[in-house]
């Protein structure tokens, strides 16, 4: 007898990364020279990740200046409390794909923000250290937010570089 296990979706997407990490090849992997690593230049299936995708510590901050940023934590709620970027949104990795198939009333009333247009250049995902979020710019690209983008460094690199 067959029986279907119904899981958060929270629960789901942690899944799909460890098995991600565990089936990756070596050639995925990490030594100890810095400039041998390719992890933040791939997606999880192995397509090559423009770097126009990609939003550094500093253009990150250029756009928080200018108020020309739609920033979104995927992160899960619980860690949010030891700190996040200022103005973002969260919106956990396990709910990205339902949040961006709402429609734009729904998300607002949800969300608190309006919802990024599928060729909005100020869409930018992040997470703790650029994994979560470079997995929610893939569903978002998936679901054709072209322009979406993600800070690779995540929350890690921001607070090593933000002034206390």
């Known amino acids: 007898m067959n029986r279907v296990v119904h899981l958060s979706s929270s629960v789901c997407a942690l899944a799909a990364l460890l098995l991600l990490s565990v ?3 070596s050639s995925d992997q990490c030594d100890d ?3 041998n690593c390719n992890k ?21 901050k250029e756009m928080m200046s ?15 409390e030891a700190g996040f970027i200022p103005g973002a949104t969260n919106i956990p990795l396990g709910d990205v794909e339902q949040a961006l198939r709402l429609n734009p009333h729904q998300f ?9 247009g599928l060729e909005d250049p100020d869409f930018v995902l992040y997470c703790q250290r650029g994994v979560r979020s470079l997995t929610a710019l893939e569903t978002a ?3 054709g937010y072209n ?9 890690n690199e921001w607070i090593q570089l933000e002034p206390q």
């Open 23 to 25: 089936s990756a090849d």
């Open 33 to 35: 020279a810095a400039d």
């Open 40 to 60: 933040w230049t791939e997606t999880s299936h192995n397509r090559p990740l423009n770097t126009d995708d990609v939003v550094t510590y500093e253009q990150l």
């Open 66 to 80: 200018t108020g020309s940023v739609q920033l979104f934590d995927v992160r899960e709620p619980e860690e949010l």
């Open 108 to 116: 607002r009333e949800s969300y608190g923000v309006p919802k990024p």
């Open 141 to 143: 690209k998936d679901l």
């Open 147 to 155: 322009k979406a983008r993600h800070y690779a460094g995540g929350y």
